[in-house]
């Protein structure tokens, strides 16, 4: 579990380009990025009165959502996590999970007796609350890392909303839905105790404060 602040903005293009220029020149690249970052989809949960998104829309100050993750279309490495923002404070737990036990995360028919550990412990929340997959968020992102800290400045391009079908976290050429104007950049900072002061410069020189998540985006855009 690991419990930092996150701030979020939405910048134009232009701003993506001198902002990412002035990380490049102090912070150091994410080391599983390549030269073009990387491909991030998720498949969000929510239950059948979509209390998840309406407490995003609502502005409740403490609200859970659950989604599976994959980095790259890679079937390999699946994280299932489960994250609580307070303000603009987060956790998230995290487990491992494989792609033969995907199919049984996103059917709430079928019997959890192949999972186990974590995994089964948080699968028995997610039925308890009735969640099942609402829709899939995918982007591109750029992420630097700022050197003796626990920093992370990210940037994300191509926000768009895809069928909630599992399978489609491995088909990072299937087409979705664009969920923002392709001019517009969601800017993410990302910091325990400390923000240092080379990070805060960037993020001040952003006057427009993001207050929905991309999950809301793109629930709004798949509807």
Not at 71 to 81: A, C, G, K, V
């Amino acid at each position: 579990m690991a419990t930092r602040h996150e701030e979020k903005f939405i910048i134009d293009y232009k701003e993506y380009l001198l902002l990412r220029a002035r990380a490049e020149a102090a912070m150091e690249i994410d080391p599983h990025a390549g030269e073009d970052g990387y491909l991030i989809t998720s498949l969000y949960y929510d239950d059948r009165y979509d209390s998840a998104l309406d407490e995003k829309l609502d502005g409740v100050r403490v609200h859970t959502k659950y989604r599976v993750r994959t980095y790259n279309s890679d079937p390999s490495f699946i994280r299932l996590e489960r994250k609580v923002k307070r303000g603009i404070m987060t956790e998230k737990h995290t487990v491992r999970v494989t792609e033969e036990e995907l199919p049984i995360l996103c059917d709430p028919g079928r019997d959890l007796a192949a999972l186990s550990g974590r995994n089964a412990v948080m699968a028995l929340e997610m039925r308890a609350k009735g969640l099942t997959p609402a829709v899939i968020v995918r982007y591109r992102r750029d992420a630097f890392v700022y050197p003796g800290t626990d920093t992370r400045l990210t940037f994300d391009t191509n926000v768009e909303a895809l069928h909630p079908d599992p399978m489609l976290l491995f088909e990072g050429e299937h087409p979705g839905i664009p969920a923002m104007p392709r001019d517009q950049v969601i800017m993410e900072v990302k910091y325990g105790e400390y923000l240092p002061q080379f990070v805060r410069k960037i993020s001040n020189c952003c006057s427009k404060q993001l207050s929905v998540s991309k999950y809301a985006i793109c629930r709004e855009a798949w509807r």
